[in-house]
């Protein structure tokens, strides 16, 4: 017997269940409501139309109305938007945007996909200047066509989340003067503070004016006003603070609101009314790593939530095991990755997990070859299953193949003693015989085995200040280029030598380039007896990268004769 099932939203997840919807079903009725012009067009891409890298913005429109039609035979209304509903009478009330006319239409179950709606604080002063918000192919073709106006030279963007990051990095290859203005410490918080200075690093030198741990407390003409008195000049201001959860429907019709604020649903992304569903930006979801309820705004999982949500419908089971959330993006030259928990959220967030964390920086492909890159990498692994919590990779090369391989470990309740086994495709210009992660699972296994011990890179600067008994074990011609004040330089290749002159009554704390070497000296250190040895993990290149940017910002004292990134 034939449906009438209604579709609220025709982005990333009311389009894939409209379709899903209509591969079970040639019979069922389906309609999709859209409040805006467009309907299923690329949102993750909005961002690069201001570049020119998508050159029209009608490009970022995947799908019409009239393909929709002819290919799935679903009825797709565009700047129609669903005003109210009534449970009871299991009806919808939409409106007409064109027309401006109110209609009803029945249902038989009703799917949800309305998004998420960009933040827009009542900041005073507002009105005083020319700002924009980024949701649909309708706002980023209003501002590609502002900036484009003669007197439009200087733009800045509040907030530092992927849409931040992203229409910073387009807008500054567009030839404008750019500002990034966030108010936390730190840009994108799927990275800890450790791993993401190598990303402010890259901003800074790409020439974007980063503003960090201040806030935006009014406009005025042309003006940004900051909390630390700090005055920012704009021609156009991006709100890219953030999105909440499009509620408003659900509120109105009853549905139950989770903890969030998102919508509360069950298993099968039902709400407590069994004939409707809902899916997106607008839902809480399940962690699979930390028992409880988060936002996810990704299309990835939006659009697998809703092909459950038409299997779901069409009787079948829904296999739901919660997220973890995977998400990579560019930052100019470089490719950054995160999975599943950072050490920030687990500290801020009051877990219960004992935890550590593996920080190496090893090449991404064998080091002769030409492409050959340096890769941060990032494992968190729960104390004492060897339980894989996350990772986090940022470099110029594949990250998404790291990090893609950790989040499959996770979804499979892997460990660390699971990374050292896999066996993973090889060829120099692709990978290294021992993998990044393969090396990460080595690194956390000696660590749970206390075969050495070791500090990270934001323990340096504590070290250096107290006058700790730092040793620098590369070579003699790497030292003289650069290094931490106050370290002395016993290479490896004479460390046997010279084992006299480590101290046997204070703790030593040994690094090279990236760790590696160092790792071999504390465990030479160990075999001969010494108790108290520490590896810095990241090396010189991890503490390099970490310290840069507070130093040039902050004009402070570097604990470096001078920087090594390579």
Excluded at 537 to 551: A, P, T
């Amino acid at each position: 017997m034939a449906r009438k099932i209604l579709v609220v939203g025709g982005v990333a997840g009311g389009a894939s269940a409209a379709a899903r919807l209509r591969r079970h079903s040639e019979e069922d009725q389906i309609i999709v409501f859209e409040k805006g012009p467009n309907v299923s067009f690329s949102n993750c891409c909005l961002p690069y139309h201001l570049s020119g890298v998508i050159e029209k913005a009608e490009d970022l429109v995947l799908m019409t109305p009239e393909l929709f039609k002819s290919q799935y035979n679903i009825d797709v209304r565009i700047n129609n938007e669903v005003v109210s509903i009534d449970r009871e009478a299991k009806e919808v009330k939409i409106k007409n945007l064109d027309t401006g006319k109110d209609y009803t239409e029945t249902y038989d179950k009703l799917v949800l996909s309305p998004g998420g709606k960009p933040i827009v604080p009542p900041i005073p002063g507002l009105e005083k200047i020319n700002h924009f918000t980024i949701r649909n192919v309708v706002d980023i073709d209003r501002i590609a066509k502002a900036i484009k106006e003669k007197d439009v030279k200087k733009i800045s963007v509040i907030g530092a989340g992927f849409i931040g990051i992203e229409t910073v990095e387009n807008l500054k290859e567009a030839g404008y003067e750019v500002t990034l203005i966030e108010a936390m410490p730190q840009i994108l918080r799927i990275f800890d503070y450790d791993m993401v200075q190598t990303l402010h690093k890259e901003l800074y030198d790409q020439g974007v004016n980063l503003i960090l741990d201040d806030k935006v407390t009014a406009f005025d003409t042309r003006m940004i006003h900051l909390e630390s008195g700090r005055k920012v000049d704009a021609d156009v201001v991006i709100m890219a603070i953030g999105v909440s959860p499009e509620t408003d429907l659900a509120k109105q019709a009853g549905l139950e609101i989770g903890k969030t604020g998102a919508m509360k649903v069950d298993q099968n992304f039902r709400t407590v009314d069994q004939d409707i569903y809902a899916v997106g930006d607008a839902i809480e979801v399940y962690s699979y790593l930390f028992d409880d309820y988060f936002k996810l705004p990704l299309a990835g999982p939006a659009q697998k939530q809703a092909r459950s949500v038409a299997d779901h419908i069409n009787g079948q089971y829904v296999d739901n095991r919660g997220y973890i959330g995977s998400s990579i993006l560019k930052v100019f030259d470089y490719n950054a990755a995160s999975t599943g928990l950072t050490c920030g959220f687990i500290k801020n967030s009051g877990l219960k997990v004992d935890y550590d964390c593996v920080r190496i920086i090893p090449g991404d492909k064998v080091g002769l070859m030409p492409s050959s890159k340096n890769m941060h990498f990032k494992l968190i692994y729960e104390k004492p299953t060897g339980k894989i919590l996350g990772a986090q990779a940022i470099g110029k090369g594949n990250v998404d193949k790291r990090i893609d391989v950790i989040a499959t470990v996770i979804k499979f309740n892997g460990t660390i003693n699971d990374l050292k086994d896999l066996e993973l495709c090889y060829a120099p210009p692709f990978g290294t015989a021992k993998d990044v992660v393969n090396f990460a699972g080595y690194v956390a296994i000696n660590l749970m085995h206390d075969d050495f011990r070791q500090v990270n890179v934001y323990d340096v600067r504590p070290l250096v200040e107290d006058g700790a008994a730092i040793f620098d074990v590369r070579e003699e011609n790497e030292y003289e280029l650069s290094h931490l004040k106050g370290a002395v330089n016993i290479p490896l290749s004479q460390l046997r030598d010279r084992i006299d002159e480590f101290p046997k009554d204070k703790p030593i704390y040994l690094h090279c380039r990236s760790g590696q070497r160092s790792y071999n000296a504390c465990l030479a250190l160990q075999n001969r007896g010494f108790k108290n040895v520490y590896n810095i993990s990241g090396g010189f290149m991890g503490i390099s990268f970490f310290e840069f940017y507070n130093d040039k910002v902050t004009g402070r004292e570097p604990i470096l004769t001078g920087y090594n990134f390579d």
